[in-house]
C-alpha cells in the first residue's frame, strides 16, 4: 500500500497549536487497516495523546476512520467506497480534525480516497432499437446511449467498440464535462433487400487494471426512404435557474427541424441522461421541446446540470443537443455551530488566553451567503477569536474571580453576509471553580474590651469577627491565639479564643491590682489549601473593682499588750493625739479614704479628720476629763458599695505614766491569761505526743545547721546589709507615714507573754504597757530640737524586762 503523507505545522501566538496532516489511501480497504502513524508524523508523544484524551472529531459526517492511542495511528473503522461517498467528485478526500485537551490543540487530518477499479461500465439498456431508412446516406450519424463507470480517472470509461463493422462506424466527441459522446455513422449504403435486420454489439472498456467491460446490444430494422434527420436550432443550450425553484418551472426551450414531410418530419423529443440524478430533476415535453423542473434543486449539493437532448423524427432519424443548467445561490442556510470541545469548569486562577471552548462554524451557501461572522456577549472577561477558516476558539481575556462572578453564560451568535441574514447563536455555561486568593479580614484593625476584675474564669468577654470573601472550605475560619506572653506568663493562662465562633474567654480571674491592661494577637485562618491567614491585636483593659477594704497600719491592733497615746492634761485645742494610717490597695475613687469617729467616750474631746485621719482634741483639757479614753474610728473608701475597717484608738489623758497605770492592768490582764493557758496546753499536747522523734530530729538538725552555718559564714566575704522596712510616701494626704523609723527591741527569755505596740514621731508622748512585767519601763523622749524637724529620723529605743 502506498502511503503519502503531507506534513504542515504552523504556530500561532495562541495556547493551542494547529497542524495539517495528509494521507492517501485506495478504497475498499479492509477494516482495521492502517491509515497512518499521526502520532509520529505530527511529532507527538503517545503519551500525549492519552493524557489529552485525543480523539477524531468529523462533525456531522460519518467515521471512516478512527484513532488508537494506545499505538497512535489511524485505521479504517469502515468500509469506504469511493463511488458511495464523492460521486463523480475528485479528488475524493475524508476531513477530520484530531482534537487534544489539557492544553486544547487540533490538527487538521486529509485522508484523499483513490480509486480502484471495481465498477465495469454499463449500459442503461441492455439493448436498443434503431429503424433506419435504407435510403440513409454515407455519414448519416445515430446517436447512441453512453455508458456510465462509477469509477473515476484512469479506471473509468475510456473507450468504446463497435462489432461488426460493416456498415456502421463508432464515433467518439468529448465532452465538457470529461464524458464521452457515441456516435454510430453509416459508412456504407444499406438495402433492405439484403439484410432487413441488423444486430450489432457495443462494447465499453476502461482503463483499470485488471480492464473492466460492459455491453450493450443494437437492433436495427431498415426502412425505406427517411433521408433527412431532424437539426436543433443550438448545438448548446444554456440557462439558470435560482435553487429551491418551484416544481414545474419552465427551465428552457430548445428545437429542432426535419426536412422531411409527413410521419418522417415529426420530431419527438426526449432526454437521454442514463445514469445521473437528471431524469429525476428535469423533463422535457416530446412535442414542443420545453424543459421543465420536476425535482428539488439545491445549490449546496450540485451546482450545474447537463440535459443531453434527442430530437427524432417516425423515420427515426435523430439528432442530439444539450442544455447546460447553472443552479443560482439563494442565502437558504443559517451558519451551523459546532462545538468541537468544550470545559465546563475553569479554575479562577487560570492565565488570560486559555482556550475554553474550540467552534466550528459551517454555512454551506457560497459567495457573501456564506461568510460568517461571530461575536460573543459584551463585559465578559472572555473574547472569541478565530484560528483558522471556520474555526474559532473561545478564551480567557483577563483575569478571572469567582468572587465577583461564580458563572457565566457565554451567548456565541454567528451571523453571515447574506440578503437577508440569516444567524444561529449557542449559548454555554461556565462555571468558575474556587481557589483559596483571598485571606480573612477582620471587621476591624483592632479590638479593644474591659473586663471588671474579680470575674468568673470562663467568662466570655466579646467577640472578634473576621470575613473572608472565598466559598466553602476556602471560607471556613478558623481563629488562633497566637503565642506571646505577658509579663513572663504565657498569654493562654489569661485567655482562650474559640476557634469557630472568635469567642474569647477569660481564662482566670483577673487582679485589677496585679494586672491592669495586657494585649495579644489573634489569627483568623482559612480552611484553604495552602491556608491563608490575617492577624489582630486585641486589647484587654481590667476595670477595677471595690474589693479591697482599707487597711489600718497604724495604730497597729494586736492582741496582746495595749497601746495608748498620752495626752497631757495641759493640752491646748487641736493638740495632735495621733494619727490614723490606713491605705486602699484599689484604684481610683475606690482608693479614697475617709475617717470618722465612731464611738468615744467622750465624744466632745476628741476628732477626728475626714481626709487624713489626724485625732485631734477641740477644747481644752480639764481635771474632769476620765483617764482612760477609748476611741473608734472607722476607715473607710469611696467604692460602691463602699468597704471599711475600724480601728480602736487607747488614749490615756495623765501627766505621768504611774498616773495611768492602775487605769490600764485590768484592761489586758483577763484576755492575756486566756491566751496563756491556751498556749500551755498546745504545747503540752505536742511534747507528749512527738517527744523522742522531736527531740531527735530538732537535735540533729540543729547541729548540722549550726555546722553548716558556721561553715558558710567562714567563707564568706560578703557583706552584711542590714534591712529597713519600706517608707509610705505621703501622697494627697491620705495618712501614710511620712517619718522612718528604727527600733531596737530588747527582750527576755519570758518576753513571748508580752506584746509590744510601737509608737509614732506625730505623738511626743507614746505610752507602752506590759501589765504582766514586774519591772519599770522607760520612757524615751525626744529632744526638743528633733521633734521639731518634721523630715528628721527617730529613734526609739523600748526595753522589757
Known sequence: MRRQVLLFISVLSLSSVFGQVSYSIPEEMAKGSLVGNIAQDLGLNVKRLKSGKARVYSGDSREYIELNNERG?????ERIDRETLCGETTPCALHFQIILENPMEFYSVTVEITDINDNPPSFEKGEIKFQISESAVVGATFDLERAMDLDVGANSLQNYILKPTDNFILKLYNQADGTKNVEMILQKPLDREKNEFMSLVLTAVDGGEPQMSGTMQILITVLDVNDNAPVFTQPVYKATVTENAAKGTVVTTVSASDADHGSNGKITYSIT??????????EVNHENGEVRLTGQIDYEKKRNFQINLRARDDGGLTHSSKVIVEVVDINDNEPTIKIMSKSTIISEDANPNTVVTMINIQDPDSGENGKVQCYINENIPFVLKSTSNNF?????????????????????????????????SVTLTLQIS????????????????????NNTPGLSVFTVKARDADWNQNARVSY?????????????????????????????????????????????????????????????????????????LYPVQTGGSLVAEMVPRSADVGYLVTKVVAVDVDSGQNAWLSYKLQKATDR?????????????????????????????????????????????????????????LSEFTDFTHDKEYNDNLTFYLVLALAVVSFLFITCLVVIISVKIYRWRQSRILYHSSLPVIPYYPPRYSDTLGTGTLPHVYNYEVCRTTDSRKSDCKFGRAGSQNVLIMDPSSTGTMQRIQSEKSILDEPDSPIEVRMFTF
Open 273 to 282: 441522461n442514463t445514469l445521473d440524478e437528471v431524469r429525476h430533476m428535469f
Open 392 to 424: 474559532y476558539s473561545l478564551m480567557t481575556e483577563s483575569d478571572l474571580d469567582r468572587e465577583r462572578a461564580s458563572e457565566y453564560n457565554i451567548t456565541v451568535t454567528c451571523s453571515d453576509e447574506g440578503v437577508p441574514s440569516f444567524s444561529s
Open 604 to 660: 466632745a474631746l476628741f476628732e477626728v479628720g475626714l481626709q487624713n485621719g489626724e485625732i485631734r482634741t477641740i477644747r481644752q483639757v480639764t481635771d474632769k476629763d476620765a483617764v482612760k479614753q477609748r476611741l473608734t474610728v472607722v476607715v473607710e473608701d469611696n467604692g460602691q458599695p463602699s468597704r471599711s475597717a475600724t480601728v480602736n484608738v487607747n488614749v490615756a489623758v495623765a501627766d505621768s505614766f504611774p498616773e495611768v
Open 434 to 453: 474556587e481557589v483559596n486568593d483571598n485571606a480573612p479580614v477582620f471587621e476591624r484593625s483592632s479590638y479593644e474590651a474591659c473586663i471588671v476584675e
Open 73 to 77: 495511528v489511524l485505521l479504517i473503522k
Open 480 to 552: 488562633i491565639l497566637e503565642d506571646s506572653s505577658v509579663n513572663g506568663v504565657p498569654v493562654s493562662s489569661y485567655v482562650s479564643v474559640s476557634a469557630d465562633s472568635g469567642v474569647i474567654h477569660a481564662v482566670r480571674s483577673f487582679d485589677y491590682e496585679q494586672i491592669k491592661d495586657f494585649q495579644f494577637r489573634v489569627k483568623a485562618q482559612d480552611g484553604g489549601s495552602p491556608p491563608l491567614s490575617s492577624n489582630v491585636t486585641v486589647k484587654i483593659l481590667i476595670q477595677d473593682q471595690n474589693d479591697n477594704a482599707p487597711q489600718v
